[in-house]
């Protein structure tokens, strides 16, 4: 099935660095999620984006809604070791079916 | 309120044998959809319930099955396993058209 351009693919930062990573698609999306998956567990749910534009904050996590909605991106601020993991961008198209990323894997050196 | 819930964590198989997951989604939540993740494919879909109807199926084989209760409790079998079916079987639940919940997910490894 369809996969998400999600970039970069990993990223090694200092601890109190800022984060981004972004999310492409060809086709067109109703709802962008952003995820972040510890080894061995489910996703756990960061920030959910359903409108075109739309900017929402979860405490240091900013995500927007890309405005011709085949795009998102996730910021992270002021990293903290506990922010390391892979991160996934998911996006819902017009027929409700999501479509995941490949993950972006997040190192927070101390 | 709970979360998705999936039983068993963990599993072994054989070469040949079948196995089925269960997944009990959040309560309220119709819609359950099933994933397998490896490290070379990442997250590829399997198949969609919502109210006791496949309603989008992803690109495996049918050995790979599901099915939707109607307490919105699904569980999903794999039949004939090959050693390639090893992964993570993730179940996520959703309330109509919003985002998906996932479960802590099965391992599943087939010797």
């Known amino acids: 099935g369809q996969q998400l351009n999600q970039s970069p693919q990993s990223m090694f930062i200092q601890e109190g660095e800022d984060v981004s990573m972004n999310c492409t698609s060809s086709s067109i999306f109703n709802t962008w999620l952003w995820y972040k998956q510890d080894p061995g567990e489910g996703p756990v749910l960061l920030i959910a984006l359903y409108k075109a534009g739309e900017l929402t904050s979860n405490g240091r996590l900013t995500a927007q809604f890309g405005i011709t909605r085949k795009d998102s991106f996730l910021n992270i601020s002021a990293s903290i070791p506990s922010d390391v993991g892979i991160y996934f961008c998911?996006?819902?198209?017009?027929?409700?079916?999501?479509?995941f990323g490949t993950g972006t894997s997040l190192t927070v050196i101390p | 309120k709970a979360g998705v819930t999936q039983t068993p964590r963990y599993l072994i198989k054989t070469r040949g044998q079948q196995v089925t997951l269960s997944c009990s989604p959040i309560s309220g939540h119709r819609s359950v959809s099933w994933y397998q993740q490896t490290p070379g494919q990442g997250l590829q879909f399997l198949f969609e319930?919502?109210?006791?109807?496949?309603?989008n199926k992803g690109n495996f084989p049918g050995r790979f099955s599901g099915r939707q209760f109607s307490n919105s409790r699904s569980e999903m079998n794999v039949s004939t396993l090959e050693l390639g079916d090893s992964a993570l079987y993730l179940c996520?639940?959703?309330?109509?058209?919003?985002?998906?919940?996932f479960g802590p997910g099965t391992r599943l490894t087939v010797t």
């Open positions: 996520a639940s959703a309330f109509s058209g919003r985002a998906q919940y």
């Open positions: 998911a996006g819902r198209d017009t027929g409700n079916q999501f479509y």
């Open positions: 319930y919502f109210s006791e109807t496949q309603r």
